[in-house]
């Protein structure tokens, strides 16, 4: 039977009398197994916003209103507040999302990096089958390449270029049934950008002549109502205005609700609010003189070198752009409810991972791992759910796929080390270890040696920095309960929690690389 089936629904109505809150949709779910469009099964919608920080939405707390729509959807959808990406950029935190696994699992922590060939039929579009019509549409080209590499289940997936202003120069999209290899032998090799990529010499310098003519799109006062210029995909040539884009999207969702003869499952990875900050005009005075200014954080020495007036300073056009977003997201929904397009449908707004300003460090990918950049939105808005919930206990986005497959009756395979997301029937275990790994200085055919992990349980939160130089195991301990700004580093050798969370940690490390030791 598709959905729950009768015992799941005895099971769930058991947990929710224990003090889980059932949504209602579940509940009409179970007890009507066929009620519904397409035989009951409900479509899914994931938006993502990419490096999306909690810690800079008003939604969470934040003191500039950066996102008022937001927090009108959260009114009937369920809140997670404590929730982290698996990584801290990218690659490893869109591939524990789609996979349920940790990046020192899947491997794909690296730039551009792909799942391990064994594991890649652990993803979502493949586990929720073909029952579903499984649709993606990316601007980010490394969450494009993953979703490339599970192209066998996907149903319709758009280039990243679908909705961008100034035409298409990807060599990927013409190549599309091996987008993965072309992206890593073009866009990342011949014609790459970056200084920090090697572009052949005639490849890089045929690229940045034809930037150079593209320059109209994304220059300041070139595009009407962006004075900073169109936001772009940095080093890539393409330009877009949010505008654009979140219209492009409405109508799929449309046409897919209209023309579609099975439920769909819809994964939309919008780039804004990612760096280059090129908000719209109309935000661009927001929060300016309000005399905000974040508690003070002394430089890691393990971070970039920004002051912290730069820091404040792209604090500012960050902010205004999260509000950007916000406010196309708000049209974005409304346009969908007016329609009726979100029936029987369940809509998740989260982000692979956020952004920080702090330390002397700015964006993500760094070598550090504080919540800034770890601590990301996750919103689910269930069929028919008209009230708010907020779930406090700390979760991972490697939850999300088991969450959706246990939504639609699907069985969650061995190996998948997340679990349903408390709050939708199923009870909290508040003292789970959860992670996050940044780990690209590593072969991902051996142990890492190298690389900066987090690791929390419940309050508490153990950032272990390990293989740097002159930083050979350094631990970081906080309680982000009672320190949610992470000022007071709790570890000390000799303290009975510190040696507690380090030998649970280096447990967990060893057990990560024991795959990969030589026999």
């Known amino acids: 039977m598709d959905g729950l089936s009768r015992r799941d629904f005895l099971k769930l109505a058991a947990a929710a009398s224990a003090g889980a809150l059932l949504p209602r949709a579940l509940v009409e779910a179970a007890a009507y197994p066929s009620a519904g469009r397409r035989g009951g099964l409900p479509n ?48 490893p935190g869109t591939a524990s999302m789609l996979t349920g696994l940790y990046p020192w699992t899947h491997r794909a922590f690296q730039f551009g990096g792909l799942i391990r060939r064994e594991l890649e039929a652990l993803n979502i579009f493949s586990l929720l089958g073909d029952e579903y019509y499984r649709y993606v549409f ?20 758009l280039p990243p270029t679908a909705f961008s202003i ?7 999209d013409k190549l599309p049934n091996d987008r993965a290899l072309s992206w890593h032998v073009f866009q990342d090799f011949l014609f790459a950008l970056s200084p920090y990529l090697p572009a052949s010499l005639v490849g890089g310098y045929l690229n940045s002549v034809n930037s150079l003519r593209k320059t109209s799109y994304y220059r300041a006062g070139k595009v009407p109502g962006h004075p900073y210029g169109a936001p772009l995909l940095a080093n890539y040539n393409i330009s877009y205005t949010n505008e654009r884009v979140f219209a492009g999207v409405a109508a799929e969702i449309l ?22 900050y090129k908000p719209h005009r109309r935000f661009t005075s927001l929060f300016v003189g309000d005399g905000y200014r974040p508690p003070f954080k002394p430089h890691h020495p393990l971070a970039g070198n920004f002051s912290d007036d730069d820091l404040l300073h792209k604090r500012l056009i ?19 409810e007016t329609a009726g397009a979100l029936e029987n449908t369940w809509v998740i707004v989260t982000s692979d991972h956020g952004q920080l300003f702090e330390r002397g460090d700015h964006g993500h990918g760094t070598n550090l791992m504080n919540e800034g950049v770890l601590h990301i939105p996750l919103l689910i808005s269930a069929p028919g759910q008209d009230r708010r919930q907020d779930v406090s206990v700390p ?14 009756g699907r069985e969650i395979p061995s190996g998948i080390e997340g679990q349903p997301l408390p709050g939708l029937g199923v009870l909290a275990e508040s003292e789970r270890l959860i992670f996050a790994v940044q ?54 050798d000799g303290d009975l929690l510190s040696r507690q969370m380090r030998s649970e940690f280096l447990a ?3 057990q990560a690389n024991q795959p990969f030791l030589l026999p």
Not at 72 to 85: D, P
Not at 144 to 149: G, P, T
Not at 327 to 335: I, P, R
Not at 448 to 456: E, Q
Request: glycine share 6%; proline share 5%; no cysteine.
């Open 138 to 157: 990316s601007q980010n080209l490394l969450s494009d390449v993953l979703a490339a590499q599970f192209g066998a289940d996907v149903d319709e997936h």
């Open 255 to 276: 046409r897919l609700s209209a023309e579609s003869s099975r439920p769909y499952f819809a994964y939309f990875h919008l780039y804004s609010p990612h760096e280059p």
């Open 395 to 408: 979760t991972s986005n490697v939850d999300l796929l088991p969450t959706l497959l246990w939504l639609t």
């Open 318 to 336: 960050y902010d205004q752009l999260i509000a950007n977003v916000d406010a196309e997201f708000g049209k974005l929904m409304d346009t969908l």
């Open 439 to 492: 780990a690209p200085y590593n072969s991902a055919f051996a142990p890492l040696k190298k690389g900066s992990v987090a690791m929390r349980k419940g309050a508490y939160k153990l950032i272990a920095y390990l293989g740097y130089a002159g930083v050979e195991q350094g631990f970081e301990l906080y309680n982000l309960d009672e320190d949610p700004e992470e000022l007071n580093d709790l570890f000390a």
């Open 508 to 510: 967990a490390w060893q």
């Open 166 to 172: 100034g035409g298409n120069d990807l060599l990927m």
């Open 44 to 91: 899914i919608i994931i938006l993502l916003f990419d490096s999306m920080s909690a810690r800079h939405l008003s939604l969470y707390g934040y003191p500039r209103e950066t996102t008022p729509h937001l927090s009108r959807f959260a009114e009937r959808a369920t809140v997670y507040h404590a929730h982290w990406s698996a990584g801290n950029y990218t690659t």
